[in-house]
């Protein structure tokens, strides 16, 4: 990503904090229900592991963390996002957590057991389609190389009804994503697209 595309969607997402706050809204979403079933569906590749370790990429101000507050199995959390502002109000609402750090810095994630992404790839602005799509596979090899075991993310879904798509807005080919995956990570990949969302998920679990 060029550092005017960085600036250009961490600034997107800044302003959307200081409307909205820290509410779903503020990450771009459009309310808990929907925010918490989107979650449900990343910590999929966490499924029956007993204790982990998790990144957040794309951490905002910290809603999955809330999400699994009650959650035994996790042993220590790490949220990195591209904003200042979002690191600065996850900062401030979780100085509770202690096994939890927030950080601008990307390369901090590196070593935990998975890694989870929602909504990085959705706001693409005014770049092209190529330019996403190369963004997107990028960004997928960075995810790969900070986690051990496996990792998931979320897209917007080129199956979304014409009519409620928006120029700024990336809406990505689950069948293409699903096979870039098993071609470039794992031969253990899972595309869910039935939680009644306009998305998808993809979870890659690495081979043992």
Excluded at 37 to 50: A, H, S, T, W, Y
Aim: hydrophobic share 35%; glycine share 6%.
């Amino acid at each position: 990503m060029t550092s005017r595309m960085l600036h250009d969607i961490s600034e997107y997402y800044s302003n959307k904090l200081a409307e909205f706050g820290c509410t779903p809204r503020g990450v771009d979403w459009n309310g808990t229900e929907s925010q918490e079933n989107r979650f449900f569906q990343l910590m999929e590749v966490c499924k029956n592991q007993k204790n982990f370790t998790l990144g957040d990429y794309g951490c905002g101000y910290g809603a999955l963390l809330d999400f699994l507050k009650s959650d035994e199995r996790l042993e220590a959390y790490k949220g990195f996002d591209i904003s200042e502002s979002m690191i600065h109000r996850a900062r401030e609402a979780h100085t509770g957590f202690l096994h939890a750090t927030f950080t601008n810095n990307s390369a901090e994630l590196k070593g935990v057991d998975y890694l989870v992404a929602s909504g990085v790839f959705n706001v693409r602005l005014e770049n092209s389609d190529s330019k996403w799509s190369s963004y997107i596979k990028e960004t997928l090899h960075e995810i790969n190389s900070l986690c051990t075991k496996g990792f998931s993310f979320n897209a917007l879904t080129s199956y979304s009804d014409k009519e409620k798509m928006r120029d700024y807005l990336f809406y990505s080919d689950p069948l293409e994503l699903f096979d870039y995956c098993k071609r470039s990570f794992s031969k253990q990949v899972a595309l869910l697209h039935d939680y009644g969302l306009y998305e998808f998920t993809i979870v890659v679990r690495k081979s043992s």
